[in-house]
């Protein structure tokens, strides 16, 4: 399966964007998606999972009650909804693909090239 994030941009603190995470090669329906970022200087980070059912969601402490990931069988595509957005939000964001549910990044098997969100304060 192939993925491509989009949507990443220049956002003001306490903005929102949406990333989407469009997928090929395969179907969506089968495989568990998850989004992860790295900030400069920092290592990548989970920061929300669907699982492959799509009947379960995972959320980093830190965007709790921020951000919510959903997804289009139909289109293929996971979104990520991005409200209330800080400046430590800021990083390059990535969606990736597995066969089953974790937040180990090592895990995945399938990425997209990343897309970038600065959040000005």
């Known amino acids: 399966v192939q993925l491509q994030a989009s949507g990443g941009g220049l956002v003001q603190a306490g903005g929102f964007l949406r990333l989407s995470c469009a997928t090929s090669?395969?179907?969506?329906?089968?495989?568990?998606v998850g989004w992860f970022r790295q900030a400069p200087g920092k290592e990548r980070e989970f920061v929300a999972a669907?699982?492959?059912?799509?009947?379960?969601?995972y959320y980093a402490d830190s965007v709790k009650g921020r951000f919510t990931i959903s997804r289009d069988n139909a289109k293929n595509t996971v979104y990520l909804q991005m409200n209330s957005l800080k400046p430590e939000d800021t990083a390059v964001y990535y969606c990736?693909?597995?066969?089953?549910?974790?937040?180990?990044?090592?895990?995945?098997?399938?990425w997209g090239q990343g897309t970038e969100l600065t959040v000005s304060s």
């Open positions: 090669g395969g179907t969506l329906s089968s495989y568990a």
């Open positions: 669907f699982s492959r059912s799509g009947r379960s969601t």
């Open positions: 990736a693909a597995n066969s089953h549910t974790t937040q180990s990044s090592d895990e995945y098997g399938y």
